[in-house]
Every structure is written in structure tokens, then in C-alpha cells.
């Protein structure tokens, strides 16, 4: 049974710092593309960063660039996205995402994903 399960979400105020996790379990963690995403409250979901089997490999929505930053440890089966310098805007519920298929799961593309977590609350408070 695939499992990911994020956690870390919770309120911070502008300019403040929140590190995500997901522990996947159930299926060959090593062997899929990660990706984070989010979701607002009226909007469509989007992905904010993605990351190869190795770690070595990453993208990011512009939106997000040198601010977050993704990091996955196949070791523990767990993806991490650290954020700093946190807007009103990255108000979301995050989800973490694992697909199979290559470097084009570097485009963030919620399709191209096979597995999903059920999410973690973000709020930024001006």
C-alpha cells in the first residue's frame, strides 16, 4: 500500500521559515521523481518543485525560486522542501507527489504524477 505522508505545515508570519516532509512507504521510493505542490483556495494546483531518484537533478516554479529548496534522503524514504522568506501567497495546502518517467517530471506537471499525499496547511500571515 503507497503511503505518503507530509507533515511540518503550520502558520508563520511574513518573512518566517517552515521545513516540509513526506515519508513515503509502499513502493520503490529511490526509483521516482518527488515533486511538491500546492493548492490555494479557489485555485488550480500547481507545482512548486521537483526533484530526480539521486537528488541531483531539480526545478522550481519561478515563483518560489531562491526561497525554497527541495532535498529528498533515499535513505529514510523522505522528500523535504525548506522555505524561507515566506509571502502571503505561498498560503496553501502542500502536497508531496511521486511519479515515474524521467526528467520530464521536472516540468511539474500534477499529471505526470502517480502518487499523492493528502496534504499539509500553509498559512502566511502579514
Known amino acids: 500500500q503507497v503511503q505518503l505522508v507530509e507533515s511540518g505545515g503550520g502558520s508563520v508570519q511574513t518573512g518566517g521559515s517552515l521545513t516540509l516532509s513526506c515519508t513515503a512507504s509502499?513502493?520503490?521510493?529511490?526509483?521516482?521523481?518527488m515533486g511538491w505542490f500546492r493548492q490555494a483556495p479557489g485555485k488550480e494546483r500547481e507545482g512548486v518543485a521537483g526533484i530526480s531518484t539521486g537528488g541531483v537533478s531539480t526545478n522550481y516554479a519561478d515563483s518560489v525560486k531562491g526561497r525554497f529548496t527541495i532535498s529528498r534522503d533515499n535513505v529514510k524514504n523522505t522528500l523535504y522542501l525548506k522555505m524561507n522568506s515566506l509571502k502571503p501567497e505561498d498560503t496553501a495546502s502542500y502536497y508531496c507527489a511521486a511519479g515515474r518517467g524521467g526528467a520530464r517530471l521536472l516540468q511539474l506537471r500534477a499529471f505526470d504524477y502517480n502518487y499523492w499525499g493528502q496534504g499539509t496547511q500553509v498559512t502566511v500571515s502579514s
Open positions: 509502499g513502493y520503490a521510493y529511490s526509483s521516482y521523481y
